[in-house]
Each structure stands twice: as structure tokens, then as C-alpha cells.
T-cell receptor, first 115, second 111 residues
């Protein structure tokens, strides 16, 4: 089955801890994205990547870091510098054919709670 | 700042009625538009994409695009209680590979 997997489904973080959220896709998509969603809010872009070993900051990158060492994987680290990390984190991927051939698909999400 | 605007709702419709969801966008050169459905606690799932002016139908769903007026809408015919969810409108930014999302419209279909 082709798709996007995220793990863990639920994650609890203590104050001052760094945690890493996993995102893997087997859709052969070039682009991958991380979003944050807070209750009753829309999606806010954290980071995105169009190619291996390259990524760009989104609108709310402070306190987060990513890597893209493999096409299939785009892990997100929530650092202790992120002061309010409790949220629903969504990973997405898309093709990069250009113009209107590209569509973005989402993984199931990771719900992060700070204790 | 490029924006996508949606009425947050809730939009309440009786079962069997047509639900009409609207979205406006600020970037006139946008080419690709998407509707996602998000159930509470779940991730967004793609319902439809549309690129050309006019209507695009898929089952009970019809997407409508009017580039001159910069709006895109989603009609859901014969609404069912299972359609109760938040509907997100998204526009692909042609200058980058980012997707810009509205805050979503919450739809409630009353049995």
C-alpha cells in the first residue's frame, strides 16, 4: 500500500526535552512538508523540502528542525526552544511535476502534548 | 501575505440538502485549488482538486472555480450526517511549492 506514515501517533514531552517525529512516504514524492495544527485553527507550515539534503523554513520554523537525508523520510525535531509545542503535527508529501499536476496528501498525524 | 479565506461556520444543513462551502483567495495568478475534508482528531483527506474555470463533479461533490472573482466553492448534494466535518480549502502557491490553507468551515449535517 502506498502512503504516508507518521509515528508515534501520540507523544508526550517533558519541559526542556527535544523530541523527534517520524514521517515516511513510499509514494515516490519529491516534496515533503510539516504542518502544525492547533485546536480550531488552520494548518501552519513549519518546514518543507523539495529535494534530498535541502529544505526551507515555513511560517513558524522557530524551535523546530528537520533533515532530509533520504527521499522517503523527513523527520521533525521539536526542540526545547519551542515554547508551546502542544499541537497536532501533520506530515504531507506531493509530486513536483509542476503547474496543476501536483497534489498534496497527508499522513495520519502525531499529537504532541507537553507535560 | 497570500491568503485563503473561509467562513469558519458552523454551517448547519438538514440531511438530504445541498451544502455550499465557499473560499476566496488573494493571489490572482493561482492555478491549483483543493478541497480537503477533516474529521475531528483526524488528518485532512483530499476530496477534489480543480484547475479550470467552471464546475468539476465527482459523485455527490461539485467544485466550482471562478478565477476572475477569485473564489472556489464546494457543493455537497444529498448531504449525509457522515459529511459532518471541517472542510479545508487550499491553494497552491505558484511561486513556490507551498500550499496555502484556509482555516476551514465546519459543516454539521442534521439527521
Amino acid at each position: 500500500d502506498g502512503g504516508i506514515t507518521q509515528s508515534p501517533k501520540y507523544l508526550f514531552r517533558k519541559e526542556g526535552q527535544n523530541v523527534t517525529l517520524s514521517c515516511e512516504q513510499n509514494l515516490n514524492h519529491d516534496a515533503m512538508y510539516w504542518y502544525r495544527q492547533d485546536p480550531g485553527q488552520g494548518l501552519r507550515l513549519i518546514y518543507y523540502s523539495q529535494i534530498v539534503n535541502d529544505f526551507q523554513k515555513g511560517d513558524i520554523a522557530e524551535g523546530y528542525s528537520v533533515s532530509r537525508e533520504k527521499k522517503e523520510s523527513f523527520p521533525l525535531t521539536v526542540t526545547s526552544a519551542q515554547k508551546n509545542p502542544t499541537a497536532f503535527y501533520l506530515c504531507a508529501s506531493s509530486t513536483l511535476y509542476g503547474r496543476h499536476l501536483d497534489t498534496q496528501y497527508f499522513g495520519p498525524g502525531t499529537r504532541l502534548t507537553v507535560l | 501575505q497570500k491568503e485563503v479565506e473561509q467562513n469558519s461556520g458552523p454551517l448547519s444543513v438538514p440531511e438530504g440538502a445541498i451544502a455550499s462551502l465557499n473560499c476566496t483567495y488573494s493571489d490572482r495568478v493561482s492555478q491549483s485549488f483543493f478541497w480537503y475534508r477533516q474529521y475531528s482528531g483526524k488528518s485532512p483527506e483530499l476530496i477534489m482538486s480543480i484547475y479550470s474555470n467552471g464546475d468539476k463533479e465527482d459523485g455527490r461533490f461539485t467544485a466550482q472555480l471562478n478565477k476572475a472573482s477569485q473564489y472556489v466553492s464546494l457543493l455537497i448534494r444529498d448531504s449525509q450526517p457522515s459529511d459532518s466535518a471541517t472542510y479545508l480549502c487550499a491553494v497552491k502557491d505558484p511561486g513556490t511549492y507551498k500550499y496555502i490553507f484556509g482555516t476551514g468551515t465546519r459543516l454539521k449535517v442534521l439527521a
